[in-house]
């Protein structure tokens, strides 16, 4: 079930047999020479939606774009400012809350956007903390190849070149869900660099195509299939259990 192709009775039936929801989260940013600049928000969408079609969990619309300062040197990236991402994540969960949700997941698929998220939630436990009443909901994040099981299937998959940006597991996310576009491209050199990175122009120095430590060109929409199916089996497992948790 999909907040965004329900009617608002659909949600008002569902909040009387669940207070959970899904809220897939990621960035909008280059993932290299054949990634797509969804792809941090689609991976977390394409396993958020399966688990949905396979499970009736309710799955909140994307939140599509986030910390992304440092891929601005390359042509599409959107990014927010961490005070503005704090900002919007803070309405989107009183606006949730308001409603009597009291279970929100997010499933998120940027490492850029931990630090923020775990910011997003002190701020929201802050103003039950700082009043001395307690919090009715609990917020919790997930990076989806952190599931349980799912990153050593990457590197079972992918034993060489995986790498930490424009991985070849997320390209291979998108392929499945987006076989059409799927892009065909010859990396040089095979496997990206390695290292650190600070602004824009700092990564697009030392990483001219966009990847680090990857090769992508790996990534097959069956590869992706097998990655997605079970991150949609450990998803539906984590967020059901967190779903019906006192605590
Ligand atoms: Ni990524």
Redesign the pocket.
Known sequence: MLLHQSTWQEVEAYLERSKGIIIPI??T?Q?GPN?LLG??AL?PEIIAHEASKASGLLVAPTFNVGIAQHHMAFAGTITLRPSTMLAAMQDWIDSLVRHGFERLYFLN???GNVATIQAAFAESYSDWSLSGESCPHRLKGRNWWELPGIMQICRDTFPVGDGS???AS?VAVTYYGYPDSIKDVKMTPKIAPDGDFADAADYRATFPDGRIGSDPSQATPEKGEAITLAARDALIAEATAFFNSDD
């Open positions: 990621g960035s940013e993932h990634g792809t941090d991976c698929g940027h490492g940006h424009a991985t997320e």
